[in-house]
């Protein structure tokens, strides 16, 4: 069965400084993969998606996430955090016609 | 929210009673998903819809049947509700392209007492 994992339940970053917020698959076959961002009392926004193609996929919000199939791996990153980003993060992978949601990970970004 | 209503947006019932959520969406989506989200467990699905009356079992089903009879109204029922069914729901479709990203209603808070 396919599935993601984040490793971190909570990253803690300065307002300015770059983010990473990890993520890693397991999947047979070739993986489809998403981010999605909670704000507080709020439905889950899509960020972006990894089909093919360029490892370097930009999203929502100034987002944009790294593909590496050799580390299993798909982490959001964005060069200067904003407090606004302040956020529940989901990575996601496709299995047939669901998709398979991490727990999680909340992103505080310190003023 | 991609078209997508949820009603009602919080509801409080006792333990032992039958509790009807609905999902709404105006775009005329074939598929439609239910989510219970809880801390801890990430979004973890109940049932999704593949059409009109094509429905399927997700992970966390038990307790839960949904129904389909139109396209653009999902139904989500608690026989008889349960504490441990204390959650948030939220609705979802499956976009129009061909890569299957989903887009969320504004979600239902539910408590059991």
């Known amino acids: 069965a396919q599935s993601v994992a984040q490793p971190e339940d909570q990253v803690n970053v300065a307002e300015g400084n770059p983010l990473t917020v990890k993520c890693t698959y397991s999947v047979s076959g070739n993986p489809y993969l998403f981010w999605y961002v909670q704000y507080p009392n709020r439905g889950l926004q899509f960020l972006l998606k990894?089909?093919?193609?360029?490892?370097l996929v930009k999203g929502s919000y100034g987002f944009e996430a790294e593909f590496n199939k050799s580390q299993t791996s798909f982490h959001l990153k964005k060069p200067s955090a904003l407090v606004s980003d302040s956020a529940l993060y989901f990575c996601a992978v496709r299995d047939r016609d669901k998709i398979i949601f991490g727990k999680g990970t909340r992103l505080h970004i310190l003023p | 929210d991609a078209g997508i209503t949820q009603s009602p947006r919080h509801k409080v019932t006792e333990t032992g009673t039958p509790v009807t959520l609905r999902c709404h969406q105006t775009?005329?989506?074939?598929?439609m998903y239910w989510y219970r989200q809880d801390p801890g467990h990430g979004l973890r699905l109940i049932h999704y819809?593949?059409?009109?009356?094509?429905?399927d079992k997700g992970e966390v089903s038990d307790g839960y049947s949904v129904s389909r009879s139109k396209t653009e109204d999902f139904l989500l029922t608690l026989e008889s509700a349960t504490s441990s069914q204390t959650s948030v729901y939220f609705c979802?479709?499956?976009?129009?392209?061909?890569?299957?990203?989903?887009?969320f209603g504004p979600g239902t808070r539910l408590t059991v007492t």
């Open positions: 979802a479709i499956r976009g129009t392209s061909n890569h299957y990203e989903q887009y």
């Open positions: 990894y089909i093919t193609g360029d490892n």
């Open positions: 775009e005329n989506h074939r598929y």
């Open positions: 819809s593949y059409g009109v009356k094509d429905t």
